[in-house]
T-cell receptor
Framework: NAGVTQTPKFQVLKTGQSMTLQCAQDMNHEYMSWYRQDPGMGLRLIHYSVGAGITDQGEVPNGYNVSRSTTEDFPLRLLSAAPSQTSVYFC????????????FGPGTRLTVT | AQRVTQPEKLLSVFKGAPVELKCNYSYSGSPELFWYVQYSRQRLQLLLRHISRESIKGFTADLNKGETSFHLKKPFAQEEDSAMYYCALSLSLGANNLFFGTGTRLTVIP
């Protein structure tokens, strides 16, 4: 099993551009989530999903959209990138709720200039 | 509001010495606490959770509700313990959000 995969690994965007960070898991997990990690701060939850067709906001959702059309995929969309969105983004999944063991992807390092 | 504090950004200990990574939290309810670890060139992974009361790789952590702490301890540090350690809090079992601390980088000196 590949576990949780994320693409791309690195991305540079200009302010105002949009893009989608991809996340997929092959463990048939119901719960998936997106976190961002900024220097000097812990991981912060952006959005999460408890199953296909169900998404909800986390701690820092502004500027991001998500959808969950399949169990396997949970893409994160940046609508209009801003320098404040420069960060490392992690996708995670678990078989049920967020507090069960979460399996993390390798991360995507995003720079917005 | 809930908050997780890891006061040490960096911690260095010699091999064979005891190690304690501190975690304090602020939350008035009954939280669930976790330790996650990220080894070099590996992904973030769960090390242990309060509810399981288990010892993983020689590490233990006790939830002290009076001091609102969940310190991670190991009696004899090994070189392979060098990693980034994150304490995390959930407001309840089954809640959807984990709140992470800022992490402590542990270096075990041979």
């Amino acid at each position: 099993n590949a576990g949780v995969t994320q693409t791309p690994k690195f991305q540079v965007l200009k302010t105002g551009q949009s893009m989608t960070l991809q996340c997929a898991q092959d463990m048939n997990h119901e719960y998936m989530s997106w976190y961002r990690q900024d220097p000097g701060m812990g991981l912060r939850l952006i959005h999460y999903s408890v199953g296909a067709g169900i998404t909800d906001q986390g701690e820092v959702p502004n500027g991001y959209n998500v959808s969950r059309s399949t169990t396997e995929d949970f893409p994160l969309r940046l609508l209009s990138a801003a320098p404040s969105q420069t960060s490392v983004y992690f996708c995670a999944s678990s078989w049920d709720r967020g507090t069960y063991e979460q399996y993390f992807g390798p991360g995507t390092r995003l720079t917005v200039t | 509001a809930q908050r997780v504090t890891q006061p040490e950004k960096l911690l260095s200990v010699f091999k064979g010495a005891p190690v304690e990574l501190k975690c304090n939290y602020s939350y008035s309810g009954s939280p669930e606490l976790f330790w996650y670890v990220q080894y070099s060139r590996q992904r973030l992974q769960l090390l242990l959770r309060h509810i399981s009361r288990e010892s993983i790789k020689g590490f233990t952590a006790d939830l002290n509700k009076g001091e609102t702490s969940f310190h991670l301890k190991k009696p004899f540090a090994q070189e392979e313990d060098s990693a980034m350690y994150y304490c995390a809090l959930s407001l309840s079992l089954g809640a959807n959000n984990l709140f992470f601390g800022t992490g402590t980088r542990l270096t075990v000196i041979p």
